[in-house]
């Protein structure tokens, strides 16, 4: 009985904190289009406060299923939410200027978690292979990598309107075009590390559990294809001086790559790792 | 050497480069979009040849069904080596030029009036203050630096991933890795015939274990969900003298022996044995090893031949009559034998210990045991991959993260003049000297 109830109370916690997210959204998209820098104040408050009934609800479920959030499209759009708004709102407290990338990044929030609620919120057991230290490397470097990647998707946007829009007001209170072209790559270098990271704690627990490292599995196989694109994309800036527009576009590109690898491929494709997001 | 040389310039430049990303980028595409011989079972690509023989014949020609064995693959990964070898040679080249510190010219400098001298030590002070360190000092300039060693970065991420293809190709050359599924009570000799897939390197012809083993039990845990809590089997490894060695293996904890690695895989399920017994005497048993199915409620099903008969068997095995447990209790058997296409011989249920009358022949349901799979690996030391692993995660963290700076002040008179580069993210770079330009004016 006390755990029906637990479980309801950490539903009700996420709904709230979808709330949160979808005003937080509102006055974000209010700021944008209307032109008013004073309603990116509330929105950064309204995510800031989604956050801790997000985080009491994780770490409830946390302690129903005896797992972290890596099961089920419920547990695992959730965290991915929760640690964008968190690197969000810690980037945008840091650096005020990109602010208004909250409204793709928040937007997207809510969103992920309004679909994982609206799954089969039953808790799954952990299968014995997804058990040990190098599980949670794997996981928590992916989460802060998706999370990376949606505030340079934000970024990018900002680019492309503000390119597209430079004479109205607003914009122009927008940091400098090559500097949100900067952020941008600042953030695909950071998602960069942790995709890195997330592959390579991958390749190591998959060698102590089937004994390889790699053995081309559809999601291995497009997390590959996805950092070979980041790849591409540094590159590009590198030798090419590929910056601004054609640099945001490709972000667009390399964020669906992403959205792919992590939310469609273990859908429709039969992969050792689909077990996490059945 | 002229040949050579150009060889290497052009396996070095920059579309060069992106070109190999690229082609690897797509040739995982490929490996993804195309059913793959290590993939799919034989009968597959039979089926797909006589469905479509053009498109099979062009896929196989091209070795499309077999990317990651492919000689063009292969190809390709010779290829990436030679220009990431030649890039990380350039790459430590320059970051051996970037330490000496070259100023800039004269145009670009930022000036700040102070109406009087600054003494050098208070800069040296505040620039520490921002993480930044005295690189080079004299009369009229001072150099200071932030980051130095991020001028490695490329080298490090670059040496690590090339570390990490060496040590997986030379892996992958030399592996020896098989699979075996094994019943209760059963000894699997390790000899190469013997197992059911083997994966060897291309320089690898046979793979003897060297030891029997000898599966006593295997357990299985589920949760209350279905799905799987644990699974684990105790093994007796019997060396060619005779000696044995207890070990118990499940997922997560491999047994190490005789130089090679057991792990638990994740195919298991019940062994149904049978005894046929024909009209002249003759016996004929068989083990049909079923699969376990997703779900509690569903029966561990298979459909197979009987050797040496012209008899098919189609098995509906539940592991207790409930038809809700995984566990063995009372278990039950829907039983259909056909013979040749389409004839029906049985239809019945059976627990064991039954004898049936099938076709004029006696088969008895005799036993019910566990088999597991197990994976045998004879790998070479992959501690360079690990080191490759982590050598890249370094370099990308040194080379995205820590951008290297270089600020140049210069007082010639009450006049101070600045100077600032970065090898990354220049935009923001602007912003932080700006803010070294104001607080540099505020200890004037």
Known sequence: MLEISTFTYQVILHWIAVGFYVISSAFFAYSISFQKEKALKPAMIMALLGLIPHAIAIIIRWDIAGHGPYMTKYEVLSADAWITVLLFTVAAWKIP??????????????????????????????????????????????????????????????????????EREFYRKLPPLDVLDAYSYKFVGFSFI??????????????EVWGRYWGWDPIETWSLITWLLYGVYLHLRNFFKWHGRRAAWLMVVCFVFSVLTIFIIPFVMESLHSEYFR | ???????????????????????????????????????????????WKMKSPITFYIVNTLQLDGVYTSVWFLILVFIILLSLGYSIYLQILRSFKRKQFIPPAEDGWDSIDTLYTVEPDSLIRFMGKKGYVLKNKNDALLIFSKNSFSRWGAAIFHSGLFLLIVAAVIGLAFQKRGFVQLMEGDVFSGRHDDFLVRELGVFQRHFDTGFKTYLSRFRQEYWDTDQIKAISSSLVLIDDNGNTHEHTLS??????????????????????????KMPDGREI?????????????????????FPETPYIFNMKFYPDISMNSFYLGRPILNLRVLKGVGRMVFDGLIIPGDVVNVDGNLLRFFNIS??????YVKGIDMSAAYLGFFISCLGATIMFLLPHKEVFISQKGPVLSLYGRTNRYKPLFLYELERIKMGIKGIC
């Open chain 2, 251 to 276: 997922v997560n904890r491999l047994v190490r022996y005789n130089g090679i690695n057991i792990y638990q895989s994740f195919n298991y399920g019940y062994t149904l044995s049978f005894v046929l």
């Open chain 2, 285 to 305: 048993i068989t083990h049909f090893m079923l699969d376990r199915p997703d779900k509690k409620t569903k029966p561990f099903a298979g459909t197979s031949d």
């Open chain 1, 97 to 166: 200027k990109i602010r208004p990338a909250g409204v793709i990044v928040m937007a997207l929030s809510f969103l992920m978690m309004a679909f994982g609620l609206f799954t089969n919120p039953e808790i799954r057991r952990l299968p014995p292979s997804l058990k040990g230290m190098w599980l949670i490397i794997h996981v928590t470097f992916n989460k802060i990598a998706a999370g990376s990647i949606i505030i340079a998707l934000g970024t990018s946007v900002l680019y492309l309107l503000k390119e597209s829009r430079q």
């Open chain 2, 1 to 47: 050497m002229k040949p050579l040389k150009s060889l290497f310039i052009t396996i070095t430049r920059p579309r060069f480069i992106i070109t190999l990303i690229i082609l690897t980028l797509l040739a995982a595409l490929i490996g993804v979009m195309v059913p793959q011989l290590s993939d799919r079972s034989p009968s597959y690509f039979e089926r």
């Open chain 2, 370 to 375: 566990s088999w597991s799979g197990f994976i």
């Open chain 1, 194 to 207: 942790f995709w890195t990271i997330t592959i390579a704690a991958g390749a190591i627990w998959a060698n």
